[in-house]
Structure formats: structure tokens, C-alpha cells
């Protein structure tokens, strides 16, 4: 069995890498669903409908642990799916999200003033501000919607991405992590470190999510015992264009992108 990997676009080619570098034995399959891009803008029914689609293809192509990349996707259909969807479709399959970890990290420090910069989805979902209450109750949370940043990062404008960066980072007062709350954000993670006095950490998720991944598999043997290791990596998305490979090629430049069929 594989690892699945899944994101709305190809941000999640982010967290990808970071599961590539730290566990490069294991065999990986990611899916980008760029035909509905962005999931920030789109009905939680919508979303919901999109990701168990994407979630029954990723078990077709062989994937027993799944992890949904997108920020967007975990708030909406995570619980939904670990509750009601796999315990009936696909009881040996695992899916994970990537909230839980991000928060944990973000707390790390002992922050009491936390930023949560994500899609207007996931900032209307409040689970950051829920999962952050719920190891810290008086921690002050403050959460800004992105929408234009996503279509920026896929479009391969990153000028446009930068300026909506620093137009999104002026919202925020005193705060002592950020969290980039969308898996595209890690893109500017240098930029909004440079917007962001050196004293706030910037909760990047590309740069925990492959030892958060490692340290499960520590822990959960008879999930890693049933993972192939080829070494291995196939990207697909629901729709192929020019500014997407342009933008997967960034980060792996020596992999094919394909259509999903």
C-alpha cells in the first residue's frame, strides 16, 4: 500500500516534499484536484462532496494511508470522514489531517497571542481557533481570510502573491506565532517572515509535517509494516495545465504531472 497524499491544488505538493525528504523509501501518490480550485470560496457541501471523491480515488490507486493536505478540506470533511465515510467504505484504510500537528507546534512556545492566516472556508470553520482553545482556553486567536493568495500561487503570480502577503499581514497586531493555515502559504514563508517582526514564529507546515508523519508511523507498526517502499512518487490532478506544472515543477522537476483518469 501506498501513501496518499491530497490537496485541493497543488500547494499540498509542499507537505509532499517534506514527507519525500524525511521518508524517501516509501512509495507516494499525490492527487491535486485543480478542476475545482479554489476549495476556500466553495459551500461546505461542496467541499465535503469533493474531498470523499478524491479520498475514493486515492484508495483506487492503492493508498492505505491518506493524508489530506488541504487546510480547507480537513476542517470541513476530516471528522465526517474518519467517523461516518471509512469505517463503512474502507475500514483498513487511515486518514489523517494536518490541523492537530500545526497547532501543537504553533503552542510550542508558549504563545498567548496566535494568528491563523487560511481560505475563508477554513476561517469560517474556526478549527484553529477550536483545537487551539482546546489545549489553551484563554489564548487569544485571530484569524484572517486569504481569499485572493491560493489563485495567485496557482496562476505562478507570485508578485501579485507577495503584495496580497503584505496586505493580509497588516491585519494582525502583536501576535506571537503565525500559523500559514493552507498548504500553498508555505510558498511565502520567507516572505512573511520578512513582513513579521523576528520575534513571531511563523508556523510553516512543510517544515513539521515529515517528522510528525515519521514519529506516526513510529507509533502506529502495524500501519508502516503494510506501506510498500519503492521509492516512489506519482503526481496526478483532475485537470492539467501549463501554470500548474510550472508550479509542481518548482519543487519536483524531474516527475511527470498526469491527468487522473
Known amino acids: 500500500m501506498k501513501i496518499g497524499v491530497f490537496d485541493s491544488g497543488l500547494g499540498g505538493l509542499v507537505i509532499t516534499k517534506a514527507f519525500v525528504e524525511a521518508m524517501p523509501e516509501y512509495d507516494y501518490v499525490y492527487y491535486g484536484d485543480t478542476l475545482h480550485l479554489p476549495y476556500g470560496e466553495k459551500t461546505s457541501g461542496q467541499i465535503l462532496s469533493y474531498t470523499i471523491e ?13 493524508i489530506i493536505a488541504c487546510n480547507t478540506a480537513t476542517s470541513i470533511a476530516l471528522r465526517y470522514l474518519q467517523q461516518r465515510f471509512i469505517p463503512s467504505f474502507a475500514p483498513d484504510i487511515k486518514v489523517l489531517g494536518v490541523v492537530i500537528p500545526t497547532v501543537e507546534e504553533a503552542l510550542s512556545d508558549n504563545a498567548s497571542r496566535v494568528g491563523v492566516l487560511a481560505t ?29 493568495l491560493v489563485p495567485a500561487i496557482e496562476s505562478d503570480d507570485f508578485a501579485t502573491a507577495k503584495t496580497l502577503a503584505k496586505e493580509y499581514i497588516g491585519q494582525f497586531e502583536h501576535i506571537d506565532s503565525l500559523i500559514l493555515g493552507c498548504t500553498h502559504y508555505p510558498l511565502l514563508k520567507t516572505e512573511f517572515r520578512k513582513l513579521l517582526p523576528e520575534t513571531t514564529k511563523v508556523v510553516s507546515q512543510d517544515e513539521l509535517m515529515g517528522d510528525k508523519l515519521k ?28 501554470k500548474y506544472c510550472k508550479v509542481a515543477n518548482m519543487l519536483f522537476p524531474f516527475v511527470t504531472i498526469e491527468e487522473a483518469r
Open 215 to 242: 514519529d506516526y508511523l513510529r507509533r502506529h507498526i502495524e500501519i508502516d509494516i503494510g506501506l510498500s517502499r519503492g521509492g516512489t512518487l506519482q503526481i496526478l490532478v483532475s485537470r492539467k495545465d501549463d
Open 120 to 148: 475563508p472556508a477554513t476561517v469560517r470553520s474556526h478549527i484553529y481557533q477550536t483545537e487551539l482553545h482546546k489545549i489553551k482556553p484563554d489564548l487569544a486567536v485571530f484569524e484572517v481570510a486569504a481569499p485572493k
Open 54 to 66: 478524491a479520498i475514493k480515488f486515492l484508495i483506487s490507486q492503492n493508498c492505505g494511508l491518506i
